[in-house]
């Protein structure tokens, strides 16, 4: 008879266990198969690298979490005191050195192979012909600016700032390479073309995401960091801010417009037009 | 008093009340004084936790005290920066180490004190001071700050122009940190003073209980940590009020006003503020690890499966702790191969995290496990610290965390393995010590009932927001609603918020059930759950000295269950050999 | 229930955390360093002064890597003239080190009256020490390097000002112990305690110094 009249040895507790650690585990796996709440789809070659990072550590990680899972809940189940003896062990070398071992293997692997993907992004710099677009965060709005058709940067001049005249970034009137700047609040790229971003910010930091890049980066004042990309597939994808910088954080948005190739180019004419006006 | 007489024997016990009580040099009634303070901290954040998640769901909700009643943006930043500082630094970083660890620390080494009790009580009043100075920002002109409790420059740094609370609001908050520190500090060298020299008669280092080593290591990060932070509180006052430039870069325009400063670097207080950070989650979890252990080998009735490597993994998480701060800036724009090395590092301290887990589970296997309120809480305490951990093993990768960083997927993760871990350690003690602390028993049945409301309540919790971090669902968002793909997670939303609702509900049994029964509870007997340290060979309640003048001698390891022979299932560390009753 | 001595059975635990009979107090540094003894032993003292060494170090460590950081973003920093009279503050600092060794070696042979007065001679010597420091912070406003004119001129204030606050506890346990107002410790630990946190602040300045005079 298990019944006893203190219930620290009850079966209950231990029922309770195996049942609710069984949901988790099942739950987990099937929303992580089902991808109910799911990431979207990846548009560059790197976010493809970086889903393929993703699956195999989901495979480990999954694994060890319904072993361990599993295993925490048939020890309390089998274990539970139903009158014997505990089994008197101190503890076993031998297994010591092999969970050791195996752990450090397998994690380290993981963040070996995990460095391919992160190289991509960060240690090849972008090809000589990208697209170059300067992207600034500010409190709470991003701008994009392009160079226009000399393919120069205007200088900025931090005292021209003055959103009401229409120049958020503080473009020096009295730089020619700035006149045909283009600055708009949101991100046109044209697809199949390298582009390089080009993160600064004016005020305090900001982050720079869009999901479906699979890249977030912070844009730090007194910094300018490039990263670099392609997009493949045409579309408008929302741009946010990831980094806490005010009380607007959260309305911080853009949309990034990926356009085929000819589309981008009307665009940019119609921008350059409006610039000569 | 002469000169150098030297008191060695202070045992007795200081009359009047507020001697007694508000001024004491009794690490007991210090390390009560730091739950309270801990309870009371931690009942201030879980109000500001409910009320982000109900503005989270019913964003047009009335809450009392708030402007016309509406939670409005910076609202709700100042909310959830109240609510981290409290939990990191008042909660999680003050009971379970300076609470617990204050009480139970003397008594299990057989020391009569803390080594030094005056700097015992400076370090409670000083972080009592620092609670005091962090709650009163929220009622100076401005409100309380909404940087975070990160509190990142340059948005911490440049003033009031770039936000509401980053006035006054925001130079309380980095005074209430570095007295925090302060207090730290002081209790960091009390730890280590009293574990190196006050150790009993024959309780070598390798007979200490875990408690006692995981309160020793985190009292060395502690040491090493906390002055890091300070020096860092006191660049950014400075920053903030004397017009240096510590963290704030030239050419800034914030809000239209060009500032004044040149040349300095918001990263630097990223680097200052991690590499105390980092250290600050173990500072977190190691007690509760050691708890755990604690827990887990009485009510298996066994001893702690594989000790030594118990031992040496929490010095090596100890000792790794410091090289990791780096895989919190992965997309800060710090150098790319640096971020190579941090990731590998942090891969490579979950390796005697996983050893821990490891041993858990064989502290379990063959036991004969009692089902107490204390054990349920530490076996929840397993299940949660490897769904926490695993995760970890996503963000530790620059590649993955350059998806999830700032998503609500990093919520889940540092709630699962920090916050909800360690709170599921302070439980277990509190059920497991309760008795001795004040001589009645907790209600053991509502114990029980309070723990799998808890325990499937925070999965329920923290799990879905794994699913919004997939999703992209950004924190620290005042609102979803301005970006499309979020707005269609209302529902989960709307889930993680009913059950949150209803395990805070389920706290209110645990307030209950603590306050009734200091005065209402079973009496509880000397030892209540057949321990073998030496918190349960003194008498009930613990005498001013502990041990009345006649110290212990250890003769053996701190975990002697069930063995071969011997009649009880449990052998005392201070029982002589030949006391020592044989089977049979 | 039949109290035995320990039998074969019950060796069993001989192993590492067996019944071995108790270590001695010291006897490999690891039985129970206190031992038997009912009081608060006074080593304690000098293990506490040592640990609150290495926070202090931390501390300081923090400042001057965030020194090196912000002095290698470049770009702004401006070297400034070091005040001389910090090569004298120096100086003076090296002499009350040696005025302090010269108080404990008497004091271990028992010359009271000759342990007072190197005491006193390095207690005064630390606060002339002080006194050039504020000095040397005049001298620097004369010269036009306030706080916040620049990096390197807010790192010498703030280094100057932590050690400067650190020294100032170090005159108060001076005069602490030369007074002898000490409860629990015995006077040869007030003594011992005070001269390692000295000698520290002495050598940490030092560092301090070369690292402004090769730094700025």
Redesign the interface.
Known sequence: MLSRKSSTGSAVPAILFAIVLLILVASTLYLHIAKTWWFPEAITPVGHQIDQQFFATFVVTGIVFVLAQIALAWLVFRYRDQGRKATFVRGHHGLEVLWTTATLVVFVALGVMAAHAWGEVHFGGPSPDALQIEVTGLQFQWEFRYAGPDGKFGRINVKDIDASVGNPLGLDASDPAGKDDIVVPDLYLPVDRPIELMLRSQDVIHSFFVRELRIKQDCVPGLIIPIHFEVNKTGDYEVTCNQLCGLGHYHMHAIMHAMSEADFEQWEKKQEAQNAQ | MSAHAGSIHHSEAPKGWIRHYIFSLDHKIIGTQYILLGLSAVTIGVILSLIVRLHLVWPNLHIWGFANGIVSPEDYLRVITMHGTLMVFFVLTTVPQSGFGNYFLPIQIGAPDMAFPTINMLSFWTTFLALIVLLASAFVPGGATISGWTSYAPLSAVGEIAGPGLGLGQTLWVVSIALFCGGSLMSAINFLGTTIDLRTKGLSLMRMPLTVWGWFITACLALLAFGVLLAACILLLLDRLAQTSFFIPADLSVSGVVLHHAGGSPLLWQHLFWFFGHPEVYIAILPAMGIISHVLSTFSRKPVFGYKAMVYSLTAIGFLSFTVWGHHMFISGMNPYSALAFSILTLVIGVPSAIKTFNWLGTLWGGRIHFTAAMLFAIGFVSLFVTGGLSGIFLAQPALDLYLHDTSYVIGHFHLIMGVAAIFAMFAASYYWFPKMFGHMMNETLGKIHFWFTFIGVYCIFMPMHYLGYVGEARRYASTESVNYMIALHPVNMFISFSAFVTMSAQLLFYFNFFWSIKHGKPAERNPWHGTTLEWSVSTPVPHDNFAGDYPTVYRGPYEYSVPGAADDFIPQHLAPEQVAKAG | ???????D??E??G???????????GR?G???????????????YV??IT??M??????????VS?FI??KG?G???LPFGMPRILWLNTGILLASSGALIQARRLFKRGDSGGFRHWWAVTTVLGLLFLVGQLIAWRQMVAAGFY??SN?SN?FFY?LTA?HGLHLLGGIAALLFVGW????????AT?TEIVSYYWHFLDGLWVFLFLLLLLGR
């Open positions: 229930m039949p109290h035995l001595t320990a039998t059975e019950l069993i635990i192993s590492s955390g067996g019944a071995k009979p108790p270590a001695g107090s490999d690891d039985g129970g360093r206190r031992g038997g003894s009912s009081g608060i032993p006074q080593r304690v293990t506490g640990i609150a290495g926070g202090i170090l931390m501390f300081f460590m923090a400042l965030a950081v912000r973003l770009g702004d920093w706080l916040a990096a807010s703030v932590a002898g107002r000490l409860r629990k410790l015995t006077l007030g």
